[in-house]
């Protein structure tokens, strides 16, 4: 059966895109697709082997420029990747997708020469990992002032605390660290991003335990006792912590959504197939009802609405043209719009969609991630009423 989400990216990107969408799709069909129900049954995180593939296809490098040993592309590219992989699993496609729009992205973004040069042949390769350090337990949404430190030690830096919830942690050579720097300094000013190397002395990793979204992706918490750094290790200037964080969030937010068009995707397929074939009372499939179909046109109308708005939001990030608050809408409104018509989705295919091999029951718990991730979608409204509220 055709995807209906293909008939809308063949006109919505051009014809290389294109044809680079559909060789992630294929690799997702056949080397991720027939696995997924295994691995998630053996709770299983991506294996090295599909870990591997990817590296081999290029994914690690999508939007690296050539020169740094990636494949030159650009952020559709990266969200195009979001699209194919996210279809069967967001769990594997985050995978990549957080290396790259959290992990090497504020390296691009913000690093030295001497820290590409360093880092991004091997980012590219999927040889070496970054993981985003952003979160704690206790700053979630309210992250712009961390509870993990860094205190000048002669020419060191000595980080102290606790970052949570860092995905790829398991396969992360690095983490950036938000840490405070200066605590009496003006708001936005308190912070510093550091590149610590996962092995370094007294950096300890733990995978966090009972997770039931995104469950083939590492999610781990990372504890600095006494962690000392050199100054170089700084990314971005000193104090300028939270503006790396926050810049890197406005490409990440794209591919969030990317994750939620995926889904979408899936569920709008899955549901529409089975609801020609369901049948009930007098043998006619339960796609004649009304209310069915209007939950199918719905998806169809979400999917082709959102992919439009964030395919033209990607041309906007290329051209450093997207606001924060354009970034935050779109990921607040495919993230929410897909996972309320999930549920429906799921009620049109009633019982079979509450087991794992039918697949929607993935998406359901994997869409909530969406909602909160890289941003809760509550906290992130109250940066999309700022310009509405100016006079
Ligand atoms: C699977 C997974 C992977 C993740 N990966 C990473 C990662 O790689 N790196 C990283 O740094 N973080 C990561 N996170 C953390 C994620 O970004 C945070 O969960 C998110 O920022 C929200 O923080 P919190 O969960 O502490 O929620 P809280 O800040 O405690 O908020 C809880 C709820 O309170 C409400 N709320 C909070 N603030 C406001 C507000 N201003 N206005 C209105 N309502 C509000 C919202 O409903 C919100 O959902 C990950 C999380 C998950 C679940």
Same mark, same amino acid.
Do not use: C, I, Y
């Given at each position: 059966?055709?995807? *209906?989400i293909d008939a809308y990216l063949r006109d919505l990107v051009a014809d290389d895109k294109f044809a680079f969408y559909e060789t992630v799709r294929d690799f997702g069909d056949a080397e991720i697709a027939p696995h997924l129900l295994h691995w998630e049954r053996e709770h299983q995180l991506v294996p090295d082997s599909c870990l591997r593939a990817m590296g081999e296809l290029g994914l690690f490098g999508l939007p690296i420029a050539e020169e740094h040993g990636g494949q030159g592309g650009d952020h559709t590219d990266l969200v195009l990747m979001g699209l194919a992989l996210g279809y069967h699993s967001q769990a594997v496609a985050i995978t990549p997708g957080a290396a790259i729009s959290l992990g090497a992205k504020p390296l691009q973004l913000c690093g030295t020469e001497a820290? !590409? *040069?360093?880092?991004l042949p091997a980012l590219a390769r999927g040889e070496r990992m970054f993981v985003f350090g +952003?979160? #704690?337990?206790?700053?979630?949404?309210d992250a712009a002032n961390p509870q993990v430190t860094a205190v000048r030690k002669g020419a060191n830096w000595v980080l102290q605390g606790e970052k949570c919830w860092s995905t790829n942690a398991r396969w992360a050579s690095h983490v950036i660290v938000h840490a405070l720097t200066n605590p009496a300094g003006p708001n936005g000013k308190r912070s510093t991003c550091f590149l610590v190397p996962m092995?370094? !002395?007294? =950096?300890f990793y733990q995978e966090m335990q009972g997770k039931k979204v995104w469950e083939q992706s590492s999610t781990g918490s990372i504890m600095f006792d006494n962690v000392e750094v050199p100054h170089d290790s700084i990314l971005g200037a000193e104090g300028d912590g939270f503006k790396v964080? =926050?810049?890197t969030l406005n490409g990440g937010r794209l591919f969030i959504a990317s994750l939620a068009l995926a889904s979408l995707a899936f569920a709008l397929d899955k549901t529409r197939v089975y609801? #020609?074939?369901?049948i009930q009372f007098d043998d006619k499939p339960i796609g004649r009802f009304q209310r069915v179909q209007d939950v199918i046109v719905d998806m169809d109308i979400a999917l082709e609405r959102g992919l439009t708005w964030l395919l033209h939001c990607c041309r906007l990030y290329e051209q450093? !043209? +997207?606001s924060r608050e354009q970034a935050a809408k779109v990921k607040v409104d495919c993230s929410r719009t897909a996972s309320d018509l999930l549920v429906l989705a799921m009620e049109v295919c009633g019982g079979v969609a509450c087991f794992d091999e039918f697949g929607l029951i993935r998406h359901h718990n994997d869409l909530? =991630?969406?909602r909160v991730g890289e941003g809760s979608n509550f906290a992130l409204k109250d940066l999309i009423v700022r310009p509405l509220r100016q006079k």
């Open positions: 059966m055709a995807r *209906r820290q !590409k *040069r360093a880092h +952003l979160s #704690e337990p206790g700053r979630g949404s092995d370094q !002395k007294g =950096v964080m =926050v810049t609801a #020609e074939e369901r450093n !043209k +997207l909530f =991630v969406t």
